[in-house]
């Protein structure tokens, strides 16, 4: 077995059917938004990755989701400072959406993870220190009958796997300090990798992931 179709096998046993990847497949988004409701808050760049959101509108569109803000929300910055979670906190709270879509590479998804974890939970703590470390998001989940906002993860960087993992990390920007939240209840409910994507994305990201995996 080519060790391409031996991944994929892999791909699917390990997500089955809630993880969509290939050539041409940014089109599905509609279709998966559409099992949770019909407003989604999309957060993504709007400059390299102009074309990818465009995309992604487009295909909501058709399946009659509309945009729970009324325009696409500016993404975290690299490393997902914290300021970037809280500002996307207060997009979800304000908002109210059937789902949340976030563009990106592990920066923007990251941040998006957290940010969910803060508008479920803001009763329970509003900080988002509380859940750094393993398991703390589940607890705090249990205790007060809490759910996460659905989140489907478009990623667009070949060098992370955010979009398929438990972990989010976050950085505190006047400690110049990186802490990490890992949890099962912050997976993605969905995620979506097409591709072609990456062409939009500058090479030297491309490249450091590839160097990044191959070590």
């Not at 559409?34 to 074309?51: C, D, F, M, P, R």
């Not at 974890?117 to 589940?138: I, Q, R």
């Not at 992370?160 to 912050?186: C, F, M, W």
């Not at 491309?206 to 995996?213: F, K, R, V």
Request: negative net charge; proline residues 4%.
């Amino acid at each position: 077995m080519e060790l391409r179709e031996k991944a994929i096998q892999l791909l699917k046993g390990f997500k089955k059917d809630d993880y969509v990847f290939g050539l041409d497949k940014l089109e599905e988004i509609g279709r998966i938004a559409h099992q949770y409701g019909e407003s989604a808050l999309v957060i993504s760049n709007t400059t390299y990755l102009k074309t990818v959101a465009d995309r992604v509108i487009k295909s909501l569109d058709r399946y009659g989701i509309e945009l729970a803000s009324g325009a696409i929300v500016p993404d975290a910055k690299p490393n997902s400072p914290s300021d970037d979670v809280y500002r996307l906190e207060t997009y979800i709270l304000h908002f109210q959406p059937d789902c949340i879509i976030a563009i990106g590479g592990g920066s923007t998804i990251d941040a998006v993870k957290a940010a969910n974890v803060l508008a479920s939970l803001g009763e329970y703590s509003p900080e988002v220190e509380s859940y750094f470390g393993t398991g703390l998001v589940s607890k705090a989940l249990e205790k007060t009958g809490k759910k996460l906002w659905p989140l489907i993860a478009i990623q667009t960087a070949a060098s992370s796997g955010s979009h398929l993992r438990k972990y989010a990390n976050v950085t505190d920007p006047v400690a110049k300090q990186k802490k990490i939240i890992v949890d099962e209840a912050i997976v993605p409910v969905k995620a979506l990798f097409d591709y072609q994507v990456t062409i939009s994305i500058p090479s030297e990201l491309t490249m450091d992931g590839a160097e990044h995996w191959m070590g």
